[in-house]
């Protein structure tokens, strides 16, 4: 059997029932694709018989080496990233797939979907106006770290985490989905208010990552222009402008509220895991702290870079809060004043 025999909702969060007994699955399911590949009918009957966790993990194994070599032929580093808003999604959607062709209720399967795929639509969108897909574009922090690394260890770096672990990072912030799969088995085909309630804070993180990047996108606009005509747009100062990072809006209360945004969409989804399976917690939380570690870290590595590049942004890190806004802070958007007073009444 590809799914186990549950006989409680606490059951489908229990690791050792629900996956170590389809780990051996993946040990031949490579060279079970090989045989059947040109059979779309040994293809459907693998794909059902398949545990679809270990399908899925195998998928994200076997997508790592292409993006590598993708990465070393073209030395360009952003190919996990071009795919980053559309993986997550894909996973959701095998287990989507995966339940209708069993027969199993996928009312909230269903919404998950629809949730991750707001979720993809927006980033895809936003990635693409900034010439993510453009050709020879490249995430500008690759650049900085071969600086910092040695061709023969950024190779080391491509291989184990940009190749690898990105890729079974995307992976694994779905997994919950896989419990809810497990879960649709006991609880029916029905949406409750709690699983509306989740659906509605993921689209709405959705909407508050949508509107950090819109407010984002007309300051880099806004700057842009000002640079070549020497005008401000009516909606900026100048002096916001000449910083060159942006400080209103959003951004006056969170250094990265896009960021912030985006590791609570899929910490909701675990959460509605653990509602879905009645349990308090469960280990495909795995994936989403994974996920908060690596925000932690890149936006280290990207702070680091702004810290250099503009001569106030370590200012702005001691007004703002990083992700989340400070319990004792200034007041939003006062930030250009407040700096200016300090710094005259220095030079006093």
Same mark, same amino acid.
């Given at each position: 059997?590809?799914?186990?025999?549950?006989?409680?909702?606490?059951?489908?969060?229990?690791?050792?029932? =629900?996956?170590?007994?389809?780990?051996?699955?993946?040990?031949?399911?490579?060279?079970?694709?090989?045989?059947?590949? =040109?059979?779309?009918?040994?293809?459907?009957?693998?794909?059902?018989?398949?545990?679809?966790?270990?399908?899925?993990?195998?998928?994200?194994?076997?997508?790592?080496?292409?993006?590598?070599?993708?990465?070393?032929?073209?030395?360009?580093?952003?190919?996990?990233?071009?795919?980053?808003?559309?993986?997550? =999604?894909?996973?959701?959607?095998?287990?989507?797939?995966?339940?209708?062709?069993?027969?199993?209720? =996928?009312?909230?399967?269903?919404?998950?979907? !629809?949730?991750?795929? !707001?979720?993809?639509?927006?980033?895809?969108?936003?990635?693409?106006?900034?010439?993510?897909?453009?050709?020879?574009?490249?995430?500008?922090?690759?650049?900085?770290?071969?600086?910092?690394?040695?061709?023969?260890?950024?190779?080391?770096?491509?291989?184990?985490?940009?190749?690898?672990?990105?890729?079974?990072?995307?992976?694994?912030?779905?997994?919950?989905?896989?419990?809810?799969?497990?879960?649709?088995?006991?609880?029916?085909?029905?949406?409750?208010?709690?699983?509306?309630?989740?659906?509605?804070?993921?689209?709405?993180?959705?909407?508050?990552?949508?509107?950090?990047?819109?407010?984002?996108?007309?300051?880099?606009?806004?700057?842009?222009?000002?640079?070549?005509?020497?005008?401000?747009?009516?909606?900026? $100062?100048?002096?916001?402008?000449?910083?060159?990072?942006?400080?209103?809006?959003?951004?006056?209360?969170?250094? $990265?509220?896009?960021?912030?945004?985006?590791?609570?969409?899929?910490?909701?989804?675990?959460?509605?895991?653990?509602?879905?399976?009645?349990?308090?917690?469960?280990?495909?939380?795995?994936?989403?702290?994974?996920?908060?570690?690596?925000?932690?870290?890149?936006?280290?590595?990207?702070?680091?870079?702004?810290?250099?590049?503009?001569?106030?942004?370590?200012?702005?890190?001691?007004?703002?809060?990083?992700?989340?806004?400070?319990?004792?802070?200034?007041?939003?958007?006062?930030?250009?004043?407040?700096?200016?007073?300090?710094?005259?009444?220095?030079?006093?």
């Amino acid at each position: 059997m590809s799914l186990p025999v549950i006989k409680s909702l606490a059951d489908c969060a229990d690791f050792e029932k =629900t996956v170590v007994p389809y780990i051996p699955q993946f040990y031949d399911i490579f060279q079970q694709v090989l045989e059947s590949v =040109t059979n779309p009918q040994a293809l459907k009957i693998l794909y059902v018989s398949t545990n679809p966790l270990i399908s899925a993990f195998s998928i994200s194994l076997f997508l790592s080496p292409i993006f590598l070599l993708a990465a070393e032929i073209n030395r360009n580093y952003s190919q996990v990233d071009r795919f980053w808003s559309l993986l997550p =999604t894909f996973y959701n959607a095998h287990f989507v797939l995966y339940a209708h062709l069993l027969g199993l209720p =996928t009312a909230r399967l269903d919404a998950v979907l !629809i949730t991750s795929v !707001i979720w993809s639509s927006r980033l895809t969108f936003n990635y693409w106006r900034k010439g993510g897909y453009s050709i020879g574009s490249e995430d500008y922090r690759w650049e900085v770290l071969r600086e910092y690394l040695s061709p023969p260890l950024f190779l080391v770096f491509d291989v184990v985490f940009i190749s690898l672990a990105q890729n079974i990072l995307l992976f694994s912030v779905s997994m919950p989905t896989y419990l809810m799969l497990l879960a649709a088995k006991k609880s029916g085909d029905h949406l409750d208010a709690g699983d509306l309630g989740f659906s509605a804070v993921m689209v709405a993180f959705v909407a508050l990552s949508f509107a950090a990047d819109q407010q984002q996108w007309n300051f880099q606009s806004a700057k842009q222009k000002y640079r070549k005509t020497a005008k401000a747009p009516t909606q900026y $100062h100048r002096e916001d402008l000449d910083r060159g990072f942006n400080v209103v809006g959003l951004w006056s209360w969170s250094r $990265h509220p896009n960021f912030a945004a985006e590791q609570s969409v899929w910490v909701t989804l675990y959460a509605w895991s653990c509602y879905a399976t009645k349990t308090y917690y469960n280990w495909t939380g795995v994936g989403a702290i994974c996920y908060l570690c690596l925000f932690q870290a890149s936006t280290w590595f990207t702070e680091l870079i702004s810290a250099k590049k503009y001569p106030e942004y370590q200012e702005y890190q001691k007004r703002v809060g990083k992700f989340y806004p400070k319990l004792v802070a200034n007041l939003p958007g006062d930030f250009s004043d407040q700096y200016s007073k300090k710094t005259d009444s220095k030079s006093q």
